[in-house]
């Protein structure tokens, strides 16, 4: 009591201040008196009365005390009575906490902030009350006001929470993945020529042996997949409803339900994430079942990864991270942590595969894929790590990046050993292109429309030990054109070997030729020839000529001889000169040997005719060329044989036994060579 008349002393001599001092007394003693709101009603009575004596103008502090709790019962009352009408009945004499949580859940009415306006803008109002209430009971001390203000928002608060997985579940826009597909701009990349042989397997060919009934097969294609344009976009939620999810987040914040809110957030969408993923057909798979997939079907799911990341990135989580900043504009820790949570999946679950890849079987026909995959990558992680601002996400990103990278480089080093060392004891039998090259060189030139990534890759570990002399000083620095040049060099010797399985000394020389100019003419037709050069296609083209000369060397030189006047006794002319007597023994013994040079002349001819309509040389201007060589040099020395001889062998018996061919006639066999004529058996007469 003595603290008591302490107080009141200290109000007594600040009311003798002066009147100007009458609102601070008057305040003061307000003050004291809210402090007692929780002493004993009769120590709170005596106080009063001792202020009133004091001072009348101290008389009416009790009932300005009054009035103003009544004022704040009055605005609870109110708000509650909104409150419980959405969550427990009408009966807005349910005031306690105990009583409001009995009927929790249980009323007939639903909060919907977009079927029922009023009725939502009613209940928002009143749960801005009650948080109003609260701060303002802050100050006070009315324990069984702040009691019954806490239990209010809380049945509000689960109100709304309800209500905000509503509205973003009913509003969720299913994702139309045709329009995506179809506004990517795709390239594909030719990969094959048609006529690849289905057995060449150490490189993993893919080859599609069905094709029509004539044994052709559909050129095969890789795919490389396509780009987003910068101004695509899609709705993630109906735009109608976001003003309500963010009304409802405002409010859910503000009164201190922010985990609440984004936890219910975060799980929903990260739902609708889940479900956009499989859409695109991205699948959840472990590494160990990635690993026991078969290459067409793996082949089939990178691709579609491939499209998905960038579909992801660029669309899903664009359209994700404006839908937070949106949702939760009044909160920047809520839209980080919302948009971490709820992407945090779908970006994982696409890593985990490109990871289960990077480490997986490396074979040179996943080099492409996996370039795809680290482009598509490379091309939309600085956009993940500028949205994604968890460190773990952007490390895992970052690393798989760099497997990825690994994956692509040690695959083709791979790719080049598989070159150096492939030994396949099966030649072709007629001497056409081997598959080994068309596959290498188509190989090749893929590799090419990669330069700029493979480039990089390779420039890292990559070391001058090789021999790049032929390159030019500018092709030199570039690691991709050394790595080019020894792998073709490789390819050469190999080329080299595989001609030595060939017994014939001229399809030794049509084999080579063939190939070599196969590989010219695909280094001519792509960006090869920009890292190759000039110089090196001068001078595969001087080794075509030599080819060729060998063939014409191997093949033609028996057939040659047979022609030649000095592997004949007697007169190099075959017959007696002017004015020249011979013996009868001598001149039958010339006709003899006469006869038995056409009869080896024709023995060879055919011969080589039957063997060589066989051989194969696909290219027509070099088959027409290689024509023309044998023309050139074969038909003027049979004709000059033939003007000189035949007067001796026609007119007697048998002659057409030995001349069966005239010149022409062996210029017209000519068109039937090379064309990989497995039935020919000997010359067909075409003239009498």
Known sequence: MA???????????????????????????????????????DVRDDMLLIFSSFDNRLSNIKTVMTDQNDALLARLEAAETVIHRWDGGNDSSRHSSSSSSNHHRCSSFSLSLDESPEEATEFLSAVDEIISLLEDLSSENKPDLVDRA????????????????????????????????????????????GDVVEDFENFGLVADGEGSGNGSRRRLFHERGGSIGCDLWVDLINPTAVEDLREIAERMIRAGYEKECVQVYSTVRREALDECLAIL???????????????????EKMKKWIQAVKIAVRVLLAGEKKLCDEIFSGSESSREVCFNETTKSCVMQMLNFGEAVAIGKRSPEKLFRILDMYDALANVVQCLELMVTDEFVCNEARGVLEALGDAARGTFVEFESNVRDETSKKPTTNGEVHPMIRYVMNYMKLIVDYAATLESLLEKDEEADGDSSTLTEEMSKSALAKRMLRLITSLESNLEEKSKLYEDGGLQNVFLMNNIYYVVQKVKDSELGKLLGDDWVRKRRGQIRQYATGYLRASWSKVLSALRDENMGGSSSGSPSYGQRSSGSSSSASKVALKERFRGFNASFEELYRLQ??????????REELRISISEKVIPAYRAFFGR?????????????????????????LPDLFEGNQLVIHPRRKSS
Do not use: C
């Open 3 to 41: 603290a008591t008349t302490t107080t009141a002393a200290s109000v007594s001599a600040a009311g003798a201040g002066g009147a100007g001092a009458e609102d601070r007394v008057l305040a003061t003693a307000q003050q004291i008196v809210k402090s007692l709101n929780n002493a004993p009603k």
């Open 150 to 193: 806490d239990s209010a928002l809380q049945m509000a608060m689960s109100q709304l929470e309800d209500e905000f997985r509503r509205i973003l579940i009913r509003n969720t826009v299913p994702l139309d993945a045709e329009r995506l597909y179809g506004s990517m701009r795709r390239v594909s990349l030719s990969f094959a020529d």
């Open 281 to 299: 057909d991205v699948e959840k798979l472990s590494i160990e079942e990635v690993q026991k997939i078969d290459w067409r079907s793996m082949d």
């Open 613 to 622: 309509t066989a051989w194969k040389v696909p290219d027509p201007q070099l």
């Open 645 to 669: 001889n035949k007067s001796q062998i026609e007119g007697g018996r048998h002659a057409g036994k030995y001349i069966k061919y005239t010149p022409d006639d062996l210029e017209s066999y």
